[in-house]
């Protein structure tokens, strides 16, 4: 039996930061982690 499991890595909200000239979102350098709803199953 084959199993797959589909889960949705984000960036942490805690770490982002918005770039003051261009107002997007810095991702560099930000860790990953399971999304909160992937989380719950």
């Known amino acids: ?3 797959i499991v589909c889960a949705k890595d984000v960036v942490d909200a805690s770490e982002m ?4 000239t ?8 930000i860790s990953k982690k399971i999304s909160d709803i992937d989380k719950r199953y």
Request: neutral net charge; without cysteine; charged residues 25%.
């Open 1 to 3: 039996m084959n199993i």
């Open 17 to 20: 930061k918005i770039d003051s």
């Open 22 to 29: 261009t107002n997007k979102p810095i991702l560099e350098g």
